[in-house]
C-alpha cells in the first residue's frame, strides 16, 4: 500500500491550522462585562463674590507707613523723656514730692500754644499707663502731678484698681491765661523745634 498516496488524499489541501488550542484568539468562554457608570466629580470653582483684590501699594504709601512707623518710635521716645525729666525735676526739689507740682506750670508753653496741646496730649499717656498720678492741691484745688510707679496685676486685684481715661481741653484764651496767673515764662518742658508735617494714606503726622 502506497501511505504517501493514501494521506494525500485524505489530507485537506492548504490546511495549516495548528493541532492545538493554545494559539486561538481569546478564551473558548467569554464573559461579558457590565460597565459601571460613575457619577463625574464637580471640581472646586471659585467664588467670584469672595474673590479680593490685591491691594497695589505706591512708593508713596511705602514711605508713608514708614515715615509713620518712625513717628511712632519718635513719639513714645518723647514721652519717656518728658517722664524722666518730671523725676529728675523731683529730686532736684524733694520737698514738693509729697505736694506734687502744678499740672499747668508743667504742661503750659508760653512760646507755643500748638506745643502747649501737645504736651498734654503726651502726659495723658503717662496717667493712662499710671506712671504719672494727677490730684487736687489741698490748699487751692488745683491739679498737681506725681510720679509714681505702675499698678501690677496683684495691685489691680487686691486693691481694686482700674485705669481711667484722661481727657484735657484748653483753648487759645486759657492758655493766655493760664500765663498771665502763674506767671509762666519759661517752659519746664523743652520747647520742640517744629518739624515738617509728612502726610501718609492713613493721616498726618509730625
Known sequence: MDWAYLGRMAAFKGNKRPATTDFLLGPLSVTKKIRIMKARRQGLRRDNANLVRPVEVTQQQGAGEKAEANGSSAMSALVQKIYLDLKAWFRRNPRQTEKGLSLFRFVVNPDSFGQTVENMFYLSFLVKDGFIAIAYDEENG??????????????????????????????????????RIFDITESMIPTRAQEQALTSATGWYS
Open 142 to 179: 488745683l491739679p498737681v502731678i506725681h510720679c509714681t510707679d505702675p499698678a501690677s496685676q496683684e495691685d489691680h486685684k487686691e486693691f481694686d484698681v482700674s485705669r481711667s481715661q484722661v481727657i484735657f481741653s484748653i483753648t487759645m484764651w486759657e492758655w493766655q491765661e493760664m500765663k
